[in-house]
């Protein structure tokens, strides 16, 4: 069982702004909870804390196990989530986590979440484009896109999206089962803020999308 926040930092959840997610507690309460990935600090003053997309489903009430990062074709699923918050579906996992209803009103708040986390750190209010949170955390961020539009991640006995971190800076690698399944992930990913292309590896020829999050 990983360990749910303490007393005192689920006071602090609980307290947030319901619609923008803004924090108030001690400087220790709030490292604390950017530490484990439920709250951000914003970049420009004055430096306000606001809930990441998973501290917004533990205020919401809704809680599940953490997921392995998984492995792939090619590079690996880094940045795992903290232990005990959301973490969406990279593809390859080994012990996945449960599909059904709650699974899928899990990702919807994640992505409801993100949307809300778009509109408040991006300049212009802006949300059809990533923000700093998914550039800072790409693998997740382009796999909550994936899985909140209701693709299917690839696992231990059934084909689907693999979602893979990359050498070059700011892009992951996206794998699909076939042509038409990676055309859907390159429509699903481009409509939610994402600049695609797709590629083919030079040892075995497998297609690929590297997706990067848009800046404008």
């Known amino acids: 069982m990983t360990r749910p926040p303490t007393a005192a930092q689920r006071r ?3 307290a947030a702004d319901p619609v923008t997610g ?3 507690g001690t400087e220790a309460q709030l490292a604390a909870l950017v530490k484990r990935g439920l709250a951000f600090r914003h ?3 004055p430096h306000e804390h606001y809930l990441t997309p998973e501290g917004h ?4 009430g809704i809680t599940g196990a953490p997921e392995p990062a998984g492995s792939g074709p090619a590079g690996s699923a880094a940045d795992p989530a903290p232990a005990g918050v959301f973490a969406a579906r990279t593809g390859g ?3 996945p986590p449960r599909s059904g209803p709650a699974r899928r009103r899990e990702v919807h708040s994640a992505w409801q979440g993100l949307l ?3 509109r408040m750190t991006n300049p212009d209010g802006a949300v059809d484009r990533p923000c700093g949170w998914e550039r800072a955390h790409l693998v997740r961020a382009a796999a909550l896109a994936l899985e909140a539009a209701g693709h299917r991640p690839a696992g231990p006995d059934e084909e689907g999206y693999r979602v893979r971190e990359t050498p070059q800076p700011e892009a992951v690698a996206v794998y699909g089962p076939d ?7 390159a429509a699903t990913l481009e409509e939610a803020g994402w600049q695609v ?3 083919r590896e030079p040892r075995t020829a497998n297609r690929y999308l590297l997706a990067s999050p848009r800046r404008a």
Do not use: K
Not at 57 to 60: G, L, S, Y
Not at 179 to 185: M, S, T
């Open 197 to 199: 292309s797709e590629h």
């Open 43 to 45: 970049p420009r003053p």
């Open 116 to 118: 809300e986390l778009r």
């Open 57 to 60: 489903r533990i205020r919401q």
């Open 93 to 95: 996992e080994p012990d």
């Open 12 to 14: 602090v959840i609980d």
């Open 179 to 185: 042509g038409e399944a990676l055309r859907a992930c």
């Open 22 to 24: 803004r924090l108030r």
